[in-house]
């Protein structure tokens, strides 16, 4: 696995992050962190080494920069600012379609909590290059009334003791126009720190992902 550091372009913002691609890669899975986490969230590096493993290219990417996410009155706003969240995961869609490792590749999305919202907006404004997406204790409501415009499969992943998300997540599968499902980590709450939660949010992923993101974007096998 090559492992690089990249940098996302939106307008003035330059957004870090961390590709790891392989030549036989099934397909790339881009990471939308929640609000007050990053690319380096030891959830999303977990789940992303796993998918690695599995043979899938993953691109863990900074949504905020360095002085927007910084924890004050005036930024702390920019961390549920879901339309930016958006415009900036749908600016890093493009430059996958655009780099030479990752340009005929299928792309996989997988949300965690806020980010889960803007993963499903991108899908709807990227129809064409995504081809499957993953919530992880997703705030899948806050994308309420892009739903219907959807076309990849979702996976919506909960806790089952986390009930808001278990709420949302079955809410929003009845919007979905989509093969959709929610899949239920017994006992686990809402960051799935139970022993054995996030490998079965893992392998729930893994397992959707080779299912539905097997394709190339350019027709190959």
Known sequence: MDVRSVAVRDGEAELPGDLATTPEAAGVVLFAHGSGSSRHSPRNKEVADALNKAGFATLLIDLLTEDEDRVDQVTRELRFDIGLLTRRLTAAIDWLSEDAQTAGLNVGLFGASTGAAAALRAAAERPQRVGAVVSRGGRVDLAEDR???????????????????????FQAAE???????????????????????????????????????????????
């Not at 219907?148 to 089952?160: F, H, R």
């Not at 893992?202 to 190339?216: E, I, K, N, P, V």
């Open 175 to 221: 919007s979905l126009h989509v093969l959709n499902d929610v899949h239920l980590i017994p006992d686990a709450t809402h960051l799935f720190e139970e022993p054995g939660a996030l490998e079965q949010v893992a392998g729930a992923a893994m397992a959707w992902f080779r299912d539905h993101l097997g394709t190339r974007a350019d027709g190959q096998a």
């Open 147 to 169: 739903l219907a415009e959807v076309d990849a499969p979702v996976l919506m992943i909960a806790g089952s003791a986390d009930e808001p998300i278990v709420r949302v997540s």
